[in-house]
């Protein structure tokens, strides 16, 4: 792995779309640092495993939704430089999270 010299500085970005666009970049090494550091234990405790698993983990589903949020969903996404579906998913995600914080609390 190399050493955090050797390794890219993450700039500050203007726009999600640029950050986006930055780390499509660099994903070859991003990929290659981060399966390193899993084979070498070296990763942060959680983060790569737990997002590893959780892709393993997913199941596909079919959903049946007004055209009119799925073209809304297009557009902030592309705003954020993100696929449609990966938006709506972080969507459901922020609302799931939000809702268990509420009932608990």
Do not use: C
């Not at 999600?16 to 070296?42: C, F, I, P």
């Not at 698993?53 to 969903?73: Q, Y």
């Amino acid at each position: 792995m190399p050493s955090k010299a050797e390794r890219p500085k993450v700039p500050r970005f203007e726009t999600e779309a640029a950050e986006a666009r930055w780390w499509y970049a660099h994903k070859q090494m991003v990929e290659e640092n981060l399966s390193q550091a899993m084979r070498d234990g070296t990763a942060q405790r959680g983060t790569a495993q737990r997002l590893t698993r959780e892709a393993r983990e997913s199941k596909n589903i079919t959903i049946r939704m007004p055209i009119a949020d799925i073209e809304r969903a297009r557009k902030l996404s592309a705003k954020k430089g993100l696929g449609y579906q990966t938006f709506m998913k972080m969507l459901l995600h922020e609302a799931l999270e939000k809702e268990e914080k509420r009932r608990a609390g």
